[in-house]
């Protein structure tokens, strides 16, 4: 939506090319204003360097201080960049870590089963994939990167959602959980006990309840303070993949995860 705020004079805030500039890119290009070497300023000033009237600058630094992306320092006034670019930025720095240390270790993963590998992020309720290895059987299991499927009902969503703060796993019980296929677990109190025992036992199971005709088993990955930020699963038909033989690589998968926890510093308590 374009600002329709523009300076009493009628001069507006406008681009170099001549086109109104909307309150987005406003906000955007306000954040941006900081750097290494200026990390707080005025209201003045802010509105000074976007080009905008100083009602204007006041309406954008409030708003981004609602939202957590900027704060005001109490001591002069002035304004800084806020925790909530911290976390977007953390999250955006653990997803291209993880992305690109676990690679050769979900390839060796893959080849050593022959079955399909997966590595997936939380992103809210969801989980978003980062990696998917085909297997090379005729027959196999696939999920596009960037795909995006509810974490509830998927094995590397369960892990994830297991090791999260429970704030975000009431949030994501209480939404409208919709059945995936017949398999899908939609109690919420059953629920709870499922993610109770991936806690307890480290690893989560899919048993085609995201897909029909598909089973998996996914374990957590670990950062360097410990904390889980991906998932790596090994998804393969049903038809092949018995319950019973789904159960022979957990100790394979657990052993892949904890590998890659290693190459991202993470060391187990010992």
């Known amino acids: 939506m374009e600002d329709e705020n523009a300076e009493r004079s009628g001069e507006g805030e406008r681009e170099s090319n001549g086109g109104r500039l909307s309150s987005v890119t406003c906000a955007l290009r306000l954040l941006k204003i900081f750097t290494e070497d200026e990390t707080e300023f005025g209201i003045s000033v802010l509105a000074k360097r976007l080009g905008v009237a100083k009602s204007t600058g006041h309406r954008l630094a409030t708003t981004l201080v609602a939202e957590g992306f900027l704060e005001q320092n109490p001591d002069n006034g002035r304004y800084r960049l806020g925790l909530s670019l911290f976390s977007l930025g953390a999250l955006m720095r653990n997803s291209m870590d993880v992305s690109v240390h676990t690679k050769p270790l979900l390839l060796m993963l893959r080849d050593n089963t022959d079955e399909a590998v997966h590595l997936a992020v939380l992103d809210q309720t969801s989980i978003v994939y980062l990696h998917n290895l085909e297997s090379r059987k005729a027959i196999g299991i696939r999920s596009n990167i960037g795909a995006r499927k509810p974490a509830f009902c998927t094995s590397?969503?369960?892990?994830?959602?297991?090791?999260?703060?429970?704030?975000?796993v009431s949030r994501a019980l209480r939404e409208e959980l919709l059945p995936r296929t017949p398999a899908s677990v939609t109690d919420p109190a059953r629920l709870r006990t499922i993610l109770?025992?991936?806690r307890s036992y480290g690893y989560a199971f899919d048993d085609e309840e995201s897909e029909i005709g598909m089973r998996a088993i996914a374990a957590p990955i670990r950062n360097m303070s410990g904390d889980v930020i991906a998932a790596v699963s090994l998804a393969a038909p049903a038809q092949r993949l018995t319950k019973r033989h789904l159960r022979t690589l957990?100790?394979?998968?657990?052993?892949?995860a904890e590998a890659m926890?290693?190459?991202?510093?993470?060391?187990?308590?010992?």
């Open 156 to 168: 590397e969503g369960r892990v994830l959602l297991a090791f999260s703060p429970p704030n975000l």
């Open 196 to 198: 109770n025992e991936v």
């Open 250 to 256: 957990v100790p394979e998968v657990m052993r892949s």
């Open 261 to 270: 926890s290693v190459r991202l510093g993470h060391r187990a308590a010992a």
